[in-house]
Structures are given as C-alpha cells and as structure tokens.
C-alpha cells in the first residue's frame, strides 16, 4: 500500500503553518501569544517580551550575485525588526546564527558582519549571541529579534473594528519591481559580461529590494502621539496577503481604494516598462517591509497630516468581504497572491 502523500504547494506557507500549529500545545502560562502574529509574546512582569526570528536562505531570499554582503547582513536583522515593530513593540537584543559554504573568506565574513552592526547601531539593539556552523548550499542567516513593551501598548493582529481606518506607511511595490531589475540585469550580464548593468536610473527600487527599513520611526511617533492601533502587521508577503491575514485573525473584513494607495513614481514607471500593473505590485508584491494598521476613528487627526502615514481604506464587517475599489468606482474582490515559498 503506498503512503498518503501531501505536496507542501498544495497547502502553501501559511496552510503549513496552520498544520503544525494543531498539535502544539501551550504549558506556560508566561506565553500570552504562541504561533499566530508577526512575533510571539511572552510575559515578563510589569512588561511583555516579543521574539521573532526569521530565515534567509541563498538562492531563496537573496542572490550573492548581485546582492553585496553588507546588505545582506543589514537586511537580515531589518526584517526581523520589522515583525518587532509590527506588535508596536520596541527592539533590545538579537541573536544570529549563520552557516557558511567553504568559499566564505574571513574577510566576506566580516562584510556580512559589517551590515549586520550597522543594522544593529542603527536600530539600537545588542548582538548577543547565536551559531555558526558549516554549509554545503550556500550561505544561511537566520536571526531572532527579542522586544520589550508595555502590555497595553501591543498591537495584535487580531484587534481591527468595524469602522477603524486602515493605514499604511511609505509606499508599496517597490521591492518587487526592484527584484525584476536586478534579475534582469543579470540575465543580460550572463548573455554578455562585457555589458555594464545600467541600474543608476532605478536605484530607489533596487535599495527597496537590497536594503529595506524597518519602519521603527513610525512606531516612536505612534507613542509620542498616545496612539496604539487596534490592529497591525508589516507588508513582508504583499499587501492583499497581509489584510487577509488581519481579516482572519480580527473576524472582519475590509474595502480599500486604488486611488489612495502609496505607490513611489520610480515603482510606477520602472512596472510599466517592465510590463507589470503597478497596481498589481502594490497588492502582491511584498518585501516591502512597511507597516500596515488599523486605528480608532478617533486617532485620525493626530495622524491626518502626517506625509508618511496612508488612508488606503476601512474596516467592515466580515459577511461584506474583502473588496478594492477601482479608480472607476468598481468593486473588485480582493485576492492574495502573496509571496510563494512553495
């Protein structure tokens, strides 16, 4: 009799996710918050501790072959500052572990490690510790971001209401358009090394994909405003994924509008030359790294004027769906294409 077999692809990321979540059991009662947010919550008295932790792989998350190890290194503790900020949540410590292929020198080393505490001075946390072993695939950074907040300061994804506001910062599909510059000014090189890759005229885009931020700044100014917002995540899969995921989690559903997504001049043309719908990398781009939340109706003057904070749309209940309204004033059902691991 041949064994049940179920491909991961049939399932996806967050299918699996879900799967091995069913038979973990939680036994402390210091965890409030196990598999489910951006980062776990674990009690720690008077405040709350977060960790995250977050794997790149070579030739999966980045390719060395146009990707400098600095960046790499900055990138790799951004994203997981990122899902710190995401639980409104303030960074203190890291740990990285990293697996290196034979032909890693001392001194490429010390290039990912350069990146890696430029990011951490830049963020303000400690490098305390984690692994360092061998690797027969290439090079593996994996690290885990520790946080401290005030319990009543934390944002969950599971807190949106009917009529909250949502929000989001920056702009949006620039990482994505930056990654199909990069790819494609590889292709050309290895057709011909003689070409020069011509990236001066897309360099917003393509430091969207090497070298993102993570969106500290706006959690600070959230505080000094006495603003928690109901909900929150940062856009790491795309847009549209993300709002499915807060949806989910906060039992509603949700109307944004075409008209009022950020989107950068440079994420807009670069598409369009590409081919792409600009609108299409907004929602399902990823990498982005902003941060998506939803806040009180009350909130919305101490943030109105605010150049870096979106109005994209609104909560609703969830028997009405997850819709976008066109430019042309259609309603279209939401989809989510995300990032596919799988």
């Known amino acids: 009799m041949s064994e049940e077999r179920t491909e991961i692809s049939e399932i996806g990321e967050f299918g699996l996710i879900d799967?091995?979540?069913?038979?973990?059991?939680?036994?402390?009662?210091?965890?409030?918050?196990?598999?489910?947010?951006?980062?776990?919550?674990?009690?720690?008295?008077?405040?709350?501790?977060?960790?995250?932790?977050?794997?790149?792989?070579?030739?999966?998350?980045?390719?060395?072959?146009?990707?400098?190890?600095?960046?790499?290194?900055?990138?790799?503790?951004?994203?997981?500052?990122?899902?710190?900020?995401?639980?409104?949540?303030?960074?203190?410590?890291?740990?990285?572990?990293?697996?290196?292929?034979?032909?890693?020198?001392?001194?490429?080393?010390?290039?990912?490690?350069?990146?890696?505490?430029?990011?951490?001075?830049h963020y303000g946390v400690d490098v305390i510790g984690g692994d360092t072993t061998a690797s027969r695939s290439g090079l593996v950074i994996s690290v885990t971001a520790i946080g401290e907040s005030k319990k009543e300061l934390l944002s969950y994804r599971s807190g949106a209401k009917v009529n909250d506001i949502i929000c989001v910062t920056g702009d949006l599909g620039g990482a994505l358009v930056g990654l199909q510059i990069l790819e494609r000014e590889k292709q050309v090189y290895l057709a011909n090394p003689d070409m020069k890759p011509e990236l001066d005229k897309y360099s917003y885009v393509t430091g969207r994909q090497l070298r993102p931020e993570a969106r500290m700044d706006i959690i600070h100014e959230l505080r000094e405003m006495g603003i928690v917002p109901s909900s929150m995540m940062d856009v790491s899969d795309g847009l549209a994924s993300e709002l499915f995921h807060i949806c989910k989690a906060s039992k509603v559903g949700v109307t944004i509008y075409e008209d009022k997504l950020p989107i950068d001049k440079q994420t807009f043309d670069t598409a369009v030359e590409l081919n792409l719908d600009p609108i299409t990398c907004v929602l399902n781009g990823g990498e982005d790294y902003e941060l998506l939340f939803t806040i009180n109706q009350k909130d919305f003057e101490k943030l109105e004027k605010h150049p870096d904070i979106h109005f994209i749309g609104h909560v609703t209940k969830e028997e009405e769906g997850k819709f976008l309204v066109t430019k042309s004033g259609t309603a279209v059902q939401l989809k989510a294409q995300g990032w596919k691991h799988f």
Request: glycine share 6%; no cysteine.
């Open 19 to 121: 799967h091995l979540n069913e038979n973990i059991i939680i036994k402390n009662s210091s965890t409030i918050k196990g598999i489910g947010d951006d980062a776990a919550v674990i009690d720690a008295g008077d405040h709350v501790k977060v960790v995250t932790t977050d794997l790149l792989l070579e030739g999966v998350h980045f390719d060395m072959s146009y990707a400098p190890l600095p960046h790499i290194g900055f990138k790799a503790v951004a994203v997981n500052v990122s899902d710190v900020a995401a639980m409104n949540a303030v960074p203190k410590q890291i740990t990285v572990s990293i697996a290196l292929s034979n032909r890693f020198s001392v001194e490429a080393v010390d290039a990912l490690y350069a990146g890696i505490n430029a990011a951490a001075e």
